[in-house]
């Protein structure tokens, strides 16, 4: 089919699984697509999150800055307020991508009500995993250890450090940043428990991330590997920080962003008011929204369209969401996972080779494709447009040769049916998934750009993907009109640019396939 406009010039780029779907990926897309048209995409906005989401984009990695980098034609890199930012991860992000080329500087706008995130958060964030692992004698939360959801109770609790006090005087930001220092240790000794020995081992561990992390900087010479060594802020004493080499490292990163910090929603007012089209970019995904998912396996901001407005600062208004997904599901982290796969499946052995995270390298569980979560995010959070990644991946290969796996709905102990999924997790702890089996295919799919040169067997199992999705959402109702059912506009199939199909049919005609 021939791509159908968009419903809105404001448009969402949300994930509708748990994370990691390829959201980056959509964006130079996007931006592509519109491009020759009346209404170019002119500014890309990180709404959430932190450091803590990673997306790859054009083949570049990015954690806090927006994949808009990708594209010289967006104008606008925007940081917004509903976003916790480490000032020194946005340098240690923007420096080497600046070196090969990028304009970042130049594009890069920051909310001024941009809550600013510290090495006080990491610290917390390593403290709060202790306590819950060596006190409460609990599984791990799975971190990522960014200091992101300590950075959101600040926020929270009416302690935050916004943006703008880098446009301060340093006196002032200096008492600021002892107060949230004193207050950060003071809970890491007295509430989480922690010993001088941990205390100790979290600057090792915040130096080992980082230089892990930031390694192709230190390569390229942008950095000396001295620049990522935390242990320079351990005070001589145990439960002590070195709080003037500390709050000199924040202030120098800070205000060197000076020229950058403003308002976001002045930019985006104007630039909708142009009729160019704006686009926000979301981290994480629906089930990791800190109301919609299931604690502690969340992550600490609101992760669907809703908070574009909030992030943005502007009117509730008509957005065009995009869902966006994998062909088969992965998860980080301790969540319960329903459709995981067996670790000595072919199929699971093949795919971990591929699924690491941007963020933090950590190891991807993976698993079947979940069409009664996707099902449930359409239902109750909506979306206009899906795009699905990594379709080459389920290509048979090495032992691999079996049936693909969709879960259509879930099986408690007593034999009941969900059609959708449990609110309460102790009932989804114990829920199986019901599977449909399909076909796979021998062929190399990644070569393919149309979608009926695919082999049959894939066009039936995208087809059912989509028919799946859609069974989900209107369990128990008539089907919207063929008109308002969400297209599946974009399909991967390989981590190129160039590999994707777009002439999808569109729904009414795919799920015929189903």
């Not at 808009?68 to 606008?76: I, K, N, Y």
Request: overall charge neutral; aromatic content about 8%.
């Amino acid at each position: 089919m021939a791509l159908t406009p968009l419903s809105s010039r404001l448009v969402a780029d949300v994930g509708i699984s748990l994370g990691d779907e390829g959201k980056g990926r959509l964006i130079p897309e996007l931006v592509a697509e519109m491009l020759p048209t009346v209404s170019p995409v002119s500014v890309v906005l990180k709404v959430n999150g932190g450091a803590n989401s990673g997306h790859t984009a054009g083949g570049i990695k990015l954690n806090l800055l927006p994949a808009g980098v990708v594209d010289r034609t967006v104008s606008h890199l925007c940081i917004g307020s509903g976003v916790v930012a480490d000032p020194r991860k946005i340098w240690w992000e923007t420096k080497p991508l600046e070196k090969k080329g990028h304009p970042i500087l130049s594009r890069l706008l920051i909310d001024e009500r941009t809550s600013i995130s510290d090495v006080t958060h990491r610290l917390l964030d390593l403290a709060w995993e202790d306590y819950r692992v060596r006190i409460l004698e609990e599984e791990p939360r799975g971190s990522t250890g960014r200091g992101i959801t300590p950075a959101y109770v600040e926020e929270v609790g009416q302690w935050q450090m916004p943006f703008f006090d880098f446009l301060a005087g340093p006196n002032f930001f200096a008492r600021k940043l002892a107060q949230r220092a004193d207050r950060a240790i003071r809970t890491i000794r007295h509430v989480c428990r922690s010993d001088a020995a941990a205390w100790d081992s979290f600057f090792e561990r915040l130096t080992a991330a980082e230089l892990m992390a930031n390694a192709e900087g230190i390569d390229m010479g942008v950095f000396d590997a001295g620049e990522f060594d935390f242990t320079r802020f351990r005070g001589n004493e145990p439960f002590t920080l070195d709080l003037p080499r500390l709050t000199e490292a924040y202030w120098e990163a800070g205000t060197a962003l000076a020229r950058n910090i403003g308002e976001v929603r002045e930019v985006i007012r104007t630039e909708l008011r142009a009729g160019k089209t704006v686009v926000g970019e979301f981290g994480q995904a629906y089930w990791l929204d800190k109301r919609h998912g299931f604690p502690p396996n969340v992550t600490a901001s609101h992760t669907y369209t809703p908070e574009l407005f909030e992030s943005a600062g502007i009117p509730v208004q008509p957005v065009h969401t995009f869902g966006v997904a994998k062909a088969y599901d992965t998860k980080v982290g301790t969540h319960t996972f329903p459709t995981r796969m067996d670790d000595d499946h072919p199929l699971c052995a093949r795919l971990k080779r591929l699924e690491f995270g941007t963020s933090t390298g950590r190891q991807r569980m993976v698993g079947w494709y979940d069409a009664v979560e996707k099902g449930d995010t359409l239902r109750y959070g909506g979306f206009q447009d899906l795009m699905i990644n990594k379709l080459d991946a389920l290509t048979w290969a090495g032992e691999w040769r079996g049936d693909l796996l969709i879960c259509t709905g879930y099986e408690g102990p007593d034999g009941r049916r969900h059609a959708h999924v449990p609110r309460n997790e102790a009932v989804r702890k114990t829920v199986r998934p019901i599977y449909r089996h399909l076909p796979g295919w021998p062929e190399d799919v990644s070569g393919v750009r149309r979608f009926h040169d695919l082999p049959l067997n894939a066009q039936r199992y995208v087809a059912a993907m989509v028919h799946s999705v859609l069974d989900v959402a209107y369990a128990g109702e008539t089907w919207p009109a063929a008109a308002d059912l969400p297209n599946l506009r974009y399909l991967g199939v390989g981590p190129g640019p160039a590999q994707i199909i777009k002439d999808v049919p569109r729904t009414e005609e795919l799920i015929l396939q189903a």
